[in-house]
Structure formats: C-alpha cells, structure tokens
C-alpha cells in the first residue's frame, strides 16, 4: 500500500471519514500542505511523524474539517427544541433541560439553541447546553464568540439586535447567552468518549454522519441513544434521517425539523415483529387533501396522519396542501411518496421553486444527492434568489468535494442578503 493511502487509512481510523465523501483530493490537499509545513518531502516519512505523533494527527484533523456553518441554520430544528424544552419544564418545574450539540463547529449551532432558548421565555437557570467538537481551532472561535458576516445568514437576523454587540465591523455574542454553553473538545469515535455522562433531554448531531461509513454510522448511532433520556429527541441532517430509523428509532414528526424519538415499548416489539411492504403511493383525490398537523408535544401520543376532509380551506390551493403532506411524510421516513407527493404538484400547478426544493431536502435525506443537487438547481433556475436552496446546494457541493461550486453558491447568496440588507458592513 502507497504511503498516501495508509495516511489516508490513518485519518480515517482517526475521523470515520468516507473517503468516497470528503474526496481524495481534499485529502491530499491538507496532506501536502501538512508536509509543507513540516518542510517534509518524503511521504514515508510523513507518514512516520502522523503515527508517532499525537499533535501532527491533529493537525491533520484540523486541516480536514471544514467548518460550515451560521447562526439558525436549521431554524425548524431549534425552534423545536426551545417549544419541546418550555412544554418538558412545564410538567417538571424542578427540573433542567440538558442539550448536547455535536459537532459544535465554531459556536453557532450551541448559541443559536441557546437564543431560541431565551426567546421561548426558559430561564437561564433552566437550561445548560454542552457543546463538543473535535477541531481546537473552531472551539477557540466559540468561546471567543465574535463572528463575522458570514456567520448571520438569511434574511431573519433580528436575534443578532437582540443578542450580539457590534465590535469593529464584527459582533460579539452578549456574555449571558455565552454563560449557558460548555465547550470541550472531544472525538466521538474514541472508546471512552462521554462514557460517564449522563444522558441528554435534546441532542443535536447534524451533518457529521454523512462522512461516515455504514459500520461507523452505525457504531456512532448507538452511542448518541445511549445518551439519550428515554424521553429525549435527536435532530439529525436532511440527508441523515434515513440512517436514524430503527426499531429503537422513529420520526418525532416535527415537519423539515428531522427529528426522531426513541421508540415506546410497545412500539418497539411492533417495529421488531412488522414485515413492512415496499412504500407505493396511490395519488388521492384532489378534494380528499387536508394540511398535515403540526409538532405534538413532548410525551403527547403522536397523530397519525390528518384524517382527509371534503374540501380545502378557502383560499388554500391543493398543490400547497400536496407539499403540506409531503413535508410531512418526510419526516417520518417515507422518501418515496413524499417525493410523488411533490411531483404530483408539480404536475398540478407547473414548475415550482418551492416544489424542488422541498424534493430536493427529499432526495437528500432519502441519500440520493445526485438528484437533490438535481433539484436545487432547478429551484435556483427557477427562483435565482431562492436563499436556502443555494446554500443547501453549496453544503451538498462542499460534501462532494467540490469546493470551487460550493463557494459560487454561498457568494450568490451572500450578494443576496447584502441586496435585502444594503446597510450592512461587508467586513467579516
């Protein structure tokens, strides 16, 4: 075996990374720009300095991540959490919400939770977020906590008022919501990691299972329900809800929130015991369609699906009832006919941004990112300043390794928030 591929072997054992994913040339590249550095030119003997050094695999791990992230990225997910923890509290006054947040990057995901934490009216007190990531460097950023524009996104911006000061052209995050996140460095592949700790009320753990292979998405899976309460909910990414559901498992049902729950007892034997037919979906009458229901509570029994009705409520045209269910049928796990479900609007009511870009979270979730990327640019094409789908598209290109396309998106999107906000400083 080349000396390239056993570094590579090395960084894998390391991280869990697909190579397949992240792609050989990143590797590569954030290999040779280690050897640079260390003014070596022989990879053997790079090769030598990454096993019997402690410091230079974290270099090396440190190159690898690239850190993607901004404030609210994932807004459902967020608002979920602060909507289930105020209901949890509500039935257990004394109690306090445990959050975990991994991989914590830079900082904005823990201090986003954190926000809309306060906003949802949960006392300081009641909450502590801990926040883990396996680059030194983005926790240094986040307990620093200035950002940079790049880190508020989208056109909602109304919490960087609120919550941040400005500070030379940048924004310094106010000291009490810093005060309820607990940063540590850690590696969830190691045999020890959080070993001792005690379970979470909510977790966190987006877009990192997706550079992962089966057997360690798996092996990691495992760990994150061990620490989760039996009550808990796990978020996860639009392309990881798959990976997510089990006989342990199921959907939380919160729409585009790709939230899941442990499974009841009962449900578990029914899930263990259930022979499930392949998912087919026989279109339905257009007067037959109803708006799915909104998030359940915590510990509330969950719906199934909303019984039809005769007609649609006035002034609410089916095609938007159509993708009301397929958002829905999403996040329960059934890709394929919310994806008919989205394809029969479109046959209705024409081409629509909308449409594909909810197929494209769709497709992304159901793991086919050759036809998510498909139907973002379509929802692009369709609606150029379609915010979020340009930075789905670019999180999906920068995954894929390409991270010349993956730049051109995020600079669209950024020229369009600077269009919807002129007076806003371009340093950061």
């Known amino acids: 075996m080349k000396a390239l591929e056993r570094i590579a072997d090395t960084l894998k054992g390391a991280m869990g990374l697909d190579m397949a994913t992240v792609g050989q040339s990143l590797i590569d590249r954030v290999v040779r720009e280690r050897m640079a550095a260390l003014q070596i030119e022989d990879d053997e003997l790079y090769l030598a300095e990454l096993i019997n050094s402690a410091a230079e695999l974290q270099c090396l791990i440190e190159l690898a991540v690239v850190p993607e992230t901004w404030f609210f990225r994932d807004r459902e997910a967020m608002l979920a959490v602060a909507r ?48 883990v990531d396996i680059r030194t460097r983005s926790l240094e950023i986040a307990a620093d906590g200035v950002y940079g524009r790049n880190s508020f996104r989208g056109r909602e911006l109304d919490f960087r008022d609120a919550y941040f000061t400005p500070q030379d052209g940048d924004w310094r995050i106010d000291e009490r919501v810093k005060e309820r996140v607990r940063f540590s460095a850690g590696n969830i592949l190691t045999p ?18 997706i550079y ?3 057997e360690v998405q798996l092996q990691v899976v495992a760990l994150l329900e061990r620490l989760m309460k039996d009550d808990a909910f796990i978020f996860v990414g639009p392309a990881e809800g798959g990976i997510m559901l089990s006989p342990r498992m199921v959907s939380a049902g919160i729409a585009l929130a790709f939230g899941f729950r442990k499974r009841l007892p009962e449900e578990r034997q029914a899930a263990a015991t259930a022979s499930l037919p392949p998912l087919k979906l026989t279109p339905l009458p257009a007067a037959n369609l109803a708006p799915m229901p909104r998030a359940v509570s915590a510990g509330a029994a969950r719906p199934a699906i909303a019984p039809a009705v005769n007609h649609p409520a006035p002034g609410v045209h089916v095609p938007q009832l159509l993708l009301e269910r397929a958002r829905q049928l999403a996040d329960q796990g059934e890709f394929s006919r919310a994806a008919e479900l989205c394809e029969q609007a479109v046959r209705e009511q024409g081409p629509s941004a909308d449409a594909f870009y909810l197929m494209g979270l769709i497709h992304d979730a159901g793991g086919d990112t050759g036809a998510a990327q ?25 995954a894929q390794g390409d991270a010349a396309g993956a730049q051109t998106m995020r600079q669209r999107a950024e020229r369009i928030e600077k269009s919807a906000n002129p007076g806003e400083s371009a340093h950061g």
């Not at 109690?95 to 949960?122: H, K, N, Q, W």
């Open 374 to 398: 498909r139907c973002y640019r379509k929802a692009v094409y369709l609606q150029p300043a379609h915010h979020e789908a340009l930075l789905h598209l670019a999180a999906l290109l920068q």
């Open 212 to 214: 992962f292979e089966r």
């Open 84 to 131: 289930l923890a105020r209901e949890k509290l509500a039935a257990m006054p004394a109690g306090r919400i445990r959050i975990l947040s991994l991989p914590c990057s830079t900082g904005e995901e823990p201090y986003s939770l954190a926000m809309a934490l306060f906003d949802a009216g949960v006392p300081a007190s009641m909450f502590q977020i801990d926040a």
């Open 192 to 209: 020890d990691f959080m070993r001792h700790s005690e379970p979470y009320d909510f977790i966190l753990c987006r877009n990192v299972l």
